[in-house]
Structures are given as C-alpha cells and as structure tokens.
Nanobody
Framework: VQLVESGGGLVQAGGPLRLPCLASGYTFMIDAMGWFRQAPGMEREFVASISSSTGLTDLADSVKGRFTISRDNAKNTLYLQMSSLKPEDTAIYYC???????????????WGQGTQVTVSS
C-alpha cells in the first residue's frame, strides 16, 4: 500500500486548506485511514480518522468543528478539509492506513511521506 499526500502549503490564519491522500496498491487491506500531524520538537499526534466500512469518524478535540475527514472509496482518496486554521495547526500532516480505527500511531501500518502545512498569523 502506498499513500501520497498533497495540498499542503502556506495559509493565513482563519483560512481553509484541503489535504488529499491518494492510496494505491493493496488498498483492500485498509479499513481505517487517518490523519496525524507532527510539529517541530513534538510527538506525532492524532488529528482524525475514518472507517471505510462503517463511515465512522473520529476527530481530536483540538480540531472538532474546524476539520472534517472524508473518504472517496471509488477514487481511493482520503481528504482532510481544514477551516479556521490557527498558527498552532502548523505541522507536517501525515496520512496513515490501518485495519481499525485508532488514535495511536503505532496501530497504523502504512504512512505517507507527509505534507507541510504552515499557518501564518
């Protein structure tokens, strides 16, 4: 399974940004897909996840009401729609794939290379 994120960049505080993640290969091995982020000097933290079989989603408290996770199974693409961005959202955002919904990075078997999101104040 290969995961490739895109869509990162520089955005002003309060603005929106959408991150796509294209999955290829043995995607049937993935039920849960998630977004994590890592700021400099910080541990990788959970942002959001979604199950393709149930549609269940999970969002970190810090992004609830501002971020939305969705998945287009026909296109094998995961999305993270971000709005009302804050400078503290600045991080490298990673797409991940696994067998079940989890907030723990080690529960995900497949990772993208990450895309940088920088929010200016």
């Amino acid at each position: 399974v290969q995961l490739v994120e895109s869509g990162g960049g520089l955005v002003q505080a309060g603005g929106p940004l959408r991150l796509p993640c294209l999955a290829s290969g043995y995607t049937f091995m993935i039920d849960a897909m998630g977004w994590f982020r890592q700021a400099p000097g910080m541990e990788r933290e959970f942002v959001a996840s979604i199950s393709s079989s149930t549609g269940l989603t999970d969002l970190a408290d810090s992004v609830k009401g501002r971020f939305t996770i969705s998945r287009d199974n026909a296109k094998n693409t995961l999305y993270l729609q971000m709005s009302s961005l804050k400078p503290e959202d600045t991080a490298i955002y990673y797409c991940a794939g696994g067998r079940f919904l989890s907030r723990v990075p080690n529960d995900y078997n497949y990772w993208g290379q990450g895309t940088q999101v920088t929010v200016s104040s």
